[in-house]
């Protein structure tokens, strides 16, 4: 009897929301899961910025481009942040990629250990999470028409190969959240 009562409760806690879940996805197949997006502030006298933020999706996809309204900043890239062996020629590798600061965002002139480059596309494994963090992958903002403070909030949409155009909402921080 007790046993009973208790399956029934179970049911009719989780039937509802199975029928929620399904109710909401009338769009075909859960899309890519952007969390945790944040930007730092920016410097006064640096123009560019970074958004980071995890991305996960759970039947696999892959990000092909990224877009920012240029009322925010003149252009977004997909970069890579990668370390460079110091010890050797500072392009030993003849990849042509090693100017410091080409883009004259004034971030790779210290140390020097670090350049970042940008790449055309970022795979994401189905159910696995790709973190966007500082030392890594990262969306670049460059020509920020103002300087990110913290409280700003803005927009960047990003291009997935199967899913589309996904809008993640970023939010300027001291640290990640
Ligand atoms: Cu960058």
Same mark, same amino acid.
């Given at each position: 009897?007790?046993? !009973?009562?208790?399956?029934?409760?179970?049911?009719?806690?989780?039937?509802?929301?199975?029928?929620?879940?399904?109710?909401?996805?009338?769009?075909?197949?859960?899309?890519?899961?952007?969390?945790?997006?944040?930007? !730092?502030?920016?410097?006064? *006298? *640096?123009?560019? #910025?970074?958004?980071?933020?995890?991305?996960?999706?759970?039947?696999?996809?892959?990000?092909?481009?990224?877009?920012?309204?240029?009322?925010?900043?003149?252009?977004?890239?997909?970069?890579?942040?990668?370390?460079?062996?110091?010890?050797?020629?500072?392009?030993?590798?003849?990849?042509?990629?090693?100017?410091?600061?080409?883009?004259?965002?004034?971030?790779?002139?210290? #140390?020097?250990?670090?350049?970042?480059?940008?790449?055309?596309?970022?795979?994401?494994?189905?159910?696995?999470?790709?973190?966007?963090?500082?030392?890594?992958?990262?969306?670049?903002?460059?020509?920020?028409?103002?300087?990110?403070?913290?409280?700003?909030?803005?927009?960047?949409?990003?291009?997935?190969?199967?899913?589309?155009?996904?809008?993640?909402?970023?939010?300027? !921080?001291?640290?990640?959240?």
């Amino acid at each position: 009897m007790l046993k !009973r009562l208790v399956i029934g409760l179970i049911a009719l806690l989780f039937v509802p929301a199975l029928l929620a879940s399904c109710g909401s996805d009338d769009d075909g197949p859960a899309g890519p899961t952007l969390t945790g997006a944040w930007a !730092r502030s920016s410097p006064m *006298v *640096v123009d560019a #910025g970074a958004a980071y933020f995890e991305v996960t999706s759970d039947e696999g996809d892959e990000i092909v481009g990224v877009a920012i309204d240029s009322s925010i900043a003149g252009t977004a890239e997909l970069h890579e942040t990668v370390m460079v062996d110091m010890d050797d020629d500072m392009d030993a590798e003849g990849e042509g990629d090693m100017d410091m600061d080409a883009e004259g965002d004034g971030e790779m002139d210290m #140390g020097g250990a670090m350049t970042m480059q940008e790449v055309a596309s970022i795979p994401v494994a189905a159910g696995e999470t790709v973190a966007f963090q500082p030392g890594g992958l990262h969306v670049m903002m460059l020509g920020l028409v103002e300087p990110l403070e913290v409280g700003d909030e803005f927009d960047i949409t990003l291009t997935f190969a199967n899913a589309g155009d996904v809008v993640v909402t970023v939010e300027v !921080r001291e640290e990640a959240p």
